[in-house]
Nanobody, 124 residues
Framework: QVQLVESGGGLVQAGGSLRLSCAVS????????MAWFRQAPGKEREFVAA????????NYADSVKGRFTISRDNAKNAVYLQMNSLNPEDTAVYYC?????????????????WGQGTQVTVSS
């Protein structure tokens, strides 16, 4: 089993930044692909960003390209999401996810393990 714990969410004004972290424990960290998804009230969970095990391949939703950056530190068993230029449409619960192979997929069903989520609220 793999356990994922997100942190770093909070309330920020539009135009601001936040950095989310996801701590991974349990089974060996690699070669897991990792991703961030988000879910706003009344909406389906949607893909945000994903990264391969070695960090050489990344994948982003069009809505966050150029604003968000996903990274990982395998030595620390952690994955991060740097979010800049936030706007109210980014308000959601953000979830960390892991899959049993390296490719940075963008679909919910590609991921085997999920964290509990961290709330991000962007005020206008």
């Amino acid at each position: 089993q793999v356990q994922l714990v997100e942190s770093g969410g909070g309330l920020v004004q539009a135009g601001g930044s936040l950095r989310l972290s996801c701590a991974v424990s349990g089974r060996t960290f690699g070669p897991y692909g990792m991703a961030w998804f988000r879910q706003a009230p009344g909406k389906e969970r949607e893909f945000v960003a994903a990264i391969s095990y070695g960090g050489y391949s990344t994948n982003y939703a069009d809505s966050v390209k150029g604003r968000f950056t996903i990274s990982r530190d395998n030595a620390k068993n952690a994955v991060y999401l740097q979010m800049n230029s936030l706007n109210p449409e980014d308000t959601a619960v953000y979830y960390c996810a892991a899959r049993g192979s390296s490719a940075p997929r963008s679909t919910v069903t590609s991921y085997d393990y999920w964290g509990q989520g961290t709330q991000v609220t962007v005020s206008s």
